[in-house]
């Protein structure tokens, strides 16, 4: 008893470590991402550190559910790959412990870990996705700052019209500067030139600062009393340095109300996914009936598909119940004459057309409908399979550690990674099909999920089997083709001689 406390004490120091190693290398790889995703919209807008700090917490918050089933696999895959390794996992064996008993503490962690990721899924993400889409669009809204352009006029300071022949990157100088005052809404009046200058925002935010050499200012006044139809007075003045400061509080970030998002699918817990689809499927449904009555066929049909969609409780008359009747159409029509005829064929012509036009109409706001719902269900499915995910890459990543008896950072890194895109690239084509409506969402977004669980049960398998995945013949040949991959693939990390094992103690 006090040998398997040990034990399964030290198996969750072991695999503890590069868990929390490998989380926060994977959130901070997706916050990368992120940042290249939305570099530019965060560019040149003034923001303060803590505003871009902010936003990119919330990032990270949303990434943890993707980030929690990559680090359970490498984690998983380096603890047993190192017990492997080390022959430590043949020694707790040969004592008479299976694999299963000493995954078993491990197992009990990842069933807690999948637990949390779902509460955190469904509870704390989408009040974060709510602050985080706040933000993201005030950040859009935020006018940019002062950004000169060589040889162009600048109009997005309020009021000045601004020009500049030449700017030094290096030391931020500019050089030929114009600069035409519109605050009068005078026309081109008063106008400043210089040959040099710098600019730069105060740092409330709230003034642009130009500060400008060897220039000067030329002015129309205005006139008054009695000159004013005669006289046009001018007024010219030159200076050495000369300092203009122009306000510009709208520079300010102005957050948007989180409230404006809390509707969207991804700011919903679970139970308000499903009162929301309900509530959209019942929207979809009148569409589709207004959409069915609007057409225009023969007063029989218009009446069976009246019925069907209006249910009287007195007649209920289903579409199934048409009874076909066999109708010599061809002899008919051959029997009238061309009037007659005439009169048909354009009278169909017509109703076809209409109907047609009556489809097409109706047919993209139909399809966004239903998108819109198969979005809902995706959002409602994500958080049950991410979740699950961290529990079934566990039963992946240990019995795989346990056969290829490979640790450290580079063979569990290198399976865990690829293994991950695989599934991360299943998974988005199985969304894909679900928002396009190809097949069934609750079938699509579980797809990745049952693919991988029947994967995790022949590796747990084999594992416990002690059945090699592949023999070394045939490793060996795949290394011979890959040769640039032998030597990572053989990297052996030595033990550390500080480092006590469960059987030292």
């Known amino acids: 008893m006090v040998f398997m406390k ?77 017990l492997g390794e080390r022959s430590e996992l043949i020694a707790i064996k040969a004592s008479g412990v299976s694999l299963l008993q000493i995954m078993k503490p491990l197992i009990v962690l990842t069933g807690i870990i999948t637990i949390m990721a779902f509460v955190f899924a469904n509870d704390v993400i989408p009040v ?46 500019l050089y030929g500067i114009m600069i035409y005052d519109h605050t009068e809404d005078r026309g081109n009046v008063a106008v400043t030139i210089a040959d040099s200058g710098y600019l730069r925002i105060s740092d409330n935010k709230q003034y642009m600062i130009l500060t400008l050499y060897n220039g000067e200012s030329y002015n129309d006044e ?42 969207g699918y991804q700011m919903l817990k679970n139970d308000q996914i499903s009162s929301v689809v309900d509530s959209l499927t019942r929207i979809y449904v009148e569409t589709e009936k207004s959409t069915t009555f609007s057409g225009n066929y023969n007063s029989e049909l218009n009446e069976k598909i009246k019925d069907h969609f209006r249910v009287d409780s007195l007649k209920v008359t289903k579409l199934a119940d048409l009874k076909s009747v066999s109708v010599e159409f061809d002899q008919i029509f051959t029997s009238l004459d061309n009037d007659k005829k005439a009169m048909i064929l354009e009278d169909a012509k017509r109703l076809a057309q209409s109907n047609q036009r009556n489809i097409l109409q109706n047919e993209p706001i139909l399809y966004n409908k239903i998108k819109w719902i198969n979005k809902h269900i995706i959002e409602w499915h994500r958080k049950y399979t991410m979740s699950l995910a961290c529990l079934i890459f566990f ?85 011979k083709r890959f040769k640039f991959l032998k030597s990572f693939l053989n990297f052996k990390e030595e033990p550390d001689q500080n480092e006590t094992s469960v059987f030292d103690q």
């Open 222 to 263: 205005k006139p008054s009393g009695r000159e004013k139809r005669t006289s046009h007075p001018f007024r010219r003045e030159k200076f050495s340095k000369q300092q203009i400061v122009i306000s510009v509080k709208d520079y300010s970030l102005e957050r948007a109300d989180e409230s404006l998002w809390k509707d």
């Open 395 to 479: 039963f992946i990543g240990a019995p795989l550690g346990a056969i290829i008896r490979k640790g450290g950072f580079g063979t569990p890194v290198v399976v865990s990674i690829l293994m991950f895109i695989f599934y991360y690239i299943v998974s988005m084509i199985g969304e894909n099909f679900a928002r396009e409506g190809v097949w069934d969402p609750a079938l699509t977004m579980w797809f990745s999920t049952y693919f991988f669980l029947i994967i995790s049960i022949f590796m747990t398998y084999q594992a416990v089997a002690d059945t090699l995945l592949v023999s070394a013949s045939v490793n060996s040949k795949i290394l």
């Open 6 to 82: 040990r034990l399964y004490l030290y198996l969750i120091k072991r695999f503890i470590g590069p868990f929390f190693l490998t989380f926060f290398i994977s959130i901070f790889v997706l916050l990368m991402q992120f940042l290249w995703r939305y570099l530019d919209e965060l560019v040149g807008k003034g923001l303060e550190t803590s505003i871009i700090v902010e936003l990119m917490s919330y990032a990270s918050i949303s990434l943890i559910p993707m980030a929690l089933p990559l680090a359970v696999l490498i984690a998983s895959v380096m603890t047993f790959g190192n």
């Open 128 to 173: 974060t996705n709510a602050k985080f889409k706040a933000l993201l669009w005030s950040i859009r809204e935020q006018r940019p700052e002062m950004i000169i352009k060589e040889g162009a006029f600048s109009n997005e300071i309020d009021g000045y019209s601004i020009k500049v022949n030449r700017r030094d990157d290096d030391s931020e100088l």
